[in-house]
């Protein structure tokens, strides 16, 4: 799989054992959306090659297994395994981000959008953003939820996977009100938008081609870290 330094869109590069319309022997890889020249395939004169728009489900599928499918695998493992209400959170936090970059908002990754259709109707739709913040962003810079601060009063938010499934107000003795939230319900729900987005990768090509988009920007190495990348893998013995 290729992606277009100039289009940015994804496209697949097959080797081919006979000659077929569009193939191509000299080496050179134009992208199939817009003819850029995206860099060349080493060919030997009997295996041509074609380039095609179409991706390849396979190589669709392995990203989807590593990325959405590992956060469906671990929120599914642990909301029925264990009661880590921080990490259970979190990862329906940086779901909602996957999701939302996966829906064409690659830039900003507004996941609060997606953490909304979650809640249920009414008053908490209007508190989305901010309870998505004070979970999704508390949690990924410091692994503690932030308090929502409404007139001067802070008010704590107590998550709780194996609790009570509702999403409502309460005052634990001695402490002050504060918003408690079965996290369940919402995780079971974004595992089931990720399950819905995996279906429509397996035959809407725009879909595809957003997903691939949507993953992480590469870290690229500078001089100095490439140089001990390279005398990592010398000493690897590879
Ligand atoms: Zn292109």
Redesign the pocket.
């Known amino acids: 799989m290729r992606e277009?330094?100039?289009?940015?869109?994804h496209?697949t590069v097959l080797r081919v054992v006979s000659d077929v319309p569009r193939s191509n022997a000299d080496g050179k890889v134009f992208?199939?959306?817009?003819?850029?020249f995206?860099g060349t395939i080493r060919v030997d004169p009997s295996r041509r090659f074609v380039v095609t728009n179409s991706l390849s489900l396979q190589d669709i599928k392995q990203e989807f297994d590593e990325t959405l499918g590992y956060i469906r695998g671990d929120i599914t493992w642990l909301i029925t395994h264990s009661c880590l209400n921080y990490t259970i959170a979190l990862l329906i936090g940086c779901g909602c981000e996957m999701l939302a970059a996966c829906e064409g908002d690659t830039r900003k990754r507004h996941g609060e959008k997606v953490f909304a259709e979650l809640l249920p109707a009414g008053e908490l739709q209007v508190l989305a953003d901010r309870i998505y913040a004070a979970l999704r962003d508390g949690l990924a810079h410091g692994f503690d939820t932030k308090h929502l601060l409404e007139d001067d009063e802070e008010h704590q938010i107590y998550l709780s996977v194996q609790g009570p499934r509702d999403i409502k107000i309460i005052k634990p003795p001695e402490r002050g009100v504060g918003l408690h939230i079965g996290t369940r319900p919402l995780a079971e729900a974004l595992c089931a938008k990720i399950t819905e987005f995996e279906n429509l990768l397996q035959h809407d090509e725009a879909a595809q081609q957003r997903f691939l988009k949507a993953r992480q920007p590469t870290a690229a190495l500078n001089t100095s870290e490439a140089a001990a990348w390279r005398t990592l893998v010398a000493a690897a013995g590879l």
């Open positions: 277009c330094p100039k289009c940015n869109r496209f992208c199939p959306y817009c003819e850029h995206c």
